[in-house]
């Protein structure tokens, strides 16, 4: 049993609210090179179809805990550009203050088996998505580098479960979610999907069982809901528990390969192209949309940079789990808020999408996090 990582290779600001608020603007350049140009390449963090990340942002320096500082997020993925060791390089926009002891979960391969390098300390990323989920999450903002991460201040936990053509199994997501959990994760972000052949919780019993310790032990799992554009969501972010992503586009329609059905929980951006959705005006099927852009390898896996090829419900799941770190350095939910706590926060401040109320194409609506963390 496989498991696939969750990618498809393939004016923005809204008017400001009457109530005055604090909002952070970033120098980061993004590809313009030029002091607060990463606002022409993520969409998905500005207000109107995105995050609303500026005000978020504001509302965490207000309370004294910038980008979410304090809080630790596992990125169960291919693993991350965190260090320059052998051949691997780290990523200049990876803070190395920033990161916690992560681990390599990917076993060891025979002949003709998954290409891992065998189970060790040191969770590098050969693939390029475990780089690019994490740097969502929490990229270093305001350094004058690349783009910006949403809980930029968080602590990354790096988990390498998949391997470099981004396949994992069962037994290894497994040991990631138990060491996420033992090793002091808050919130545990898995961007992969099982895929069809697995449509029951009953086929993976491992990974239900570790998902269950996460949340007895207090922490929130964020999964990507899949990209298989099927009417019911994929394994794990089905699992019971889990909070399941869909993918929204720019134009805050659902994504023409997003997962959906009544297991959804919330839909947060993917970027790509927008689903057929008759009744919704701003969908727009058959328009060439923007991607997720975040700094990882470009091209060459010694050579870093913001690619255009990067959309699925992997890149939604990010921004879920990074706002949710951001809420519970905000102190709205108390010291210790639960995992229902956060996934009930969310939700309830996610603006609404399509029919009026929660619907399976979209969940509670999109992720907010400007309004999540609001006092």
Request: aromatic share 6%.
């Amino acid at each position: 049993m496989r498991v696939l990582a969750g990618l498809i290779v393939a004016s923005l600001l809204a008017a400001a609210p009457a109530q005055a608020q604090t909002v952070f603007a970033p120098d980061d350049p993004g590809s313009s090179g030029q002091p607060g140009g990463w606002v022409n390449d993520q969409w998905n963090f500005l207000p109107g179809t995105g995050v609303d990340a500026p005000r978020a942002w504001g509302n965490l320096i207000a309370k004294g805990r910038p980008g979410g500082i304090g809080v630790r997020v596992a990125v169960l993925d291919t693993g991350l550009a965190y260090a320059d060791r052998g051949r691997f390089r780290r990523s200049p926009d990876i803070s190395r203050f920033r990161l916690a002891r992560g681990r390599d979960f990917c076993p060891h391969a025979g002949p003709g088996e998954d290409p891992c390098d065998g189970e060790d300390a040191y969770p590098d990323d050969p693939n390029g998505h475990g780089t690019h989920v994490a740097s969502t999450i929490g990229e270093a903002t305001a350094n004058a580098i690349g783009v910006t991460g949403l809980a930029y201040g968080a602590t990354l936990l790096p988990i390498k479960v998949l391997d470099r053509d981004g396949y994992g199994d069962q037994q290894s997501i497994t040991a990631g979610i138990r060491y996420a959990v033992a090793h002091g994760a808050q919130i545990i972000n898995l961007s992969f999907e099982f895929g069809t052949l697995v449509s029951s919780a009953r086929q993976i019993p491992l990974v239900l069982s570790a998902v269950k310790h996460a949340r007895r032990r207090g922490v929130l799992v964020v999964a990507a809901a899949g990209n298989a554009a099927q009417a019911r969501v994929a394994y794990p972010a089905a699992l019971p528990g889990v909070v399941s992503v869909g993918a929204v586009t720019e134009d805050g329609c659902l994504a023409d390969y997003s997962d959906s059905g009544p297991g959804l929980d919330i839909v947060a951006p993917g970027g790509g192209d927008d689903a057929l959705r008759p009744g919704e005006p701003q969908c727009r099927p058959g328009v060439a949309l923007r991607p997720i852009v975040q700094m990882t390898y470009a091209g060459s896996k010694h050579r870093f940079g913001l690619p255009r090829d990067y959309v699925g419900t992997s890149m939604a799941a990010p921004h879920v789990s990074a706002a949710a770190a951001l809420v519970i350095a905000s102190g709205i939910l108390g010291p210790k808020p639960t995992p229902q706590a956060l996934e009930q926060r969310l939700k309830a401040t996610a603006r609404d999408a399509g029919p009026p109320g929660p619907d399976q194409a979209y969940g509670a609506g999109i992720l907010d996090a400007g309004a999540a963390t609001a006092p």
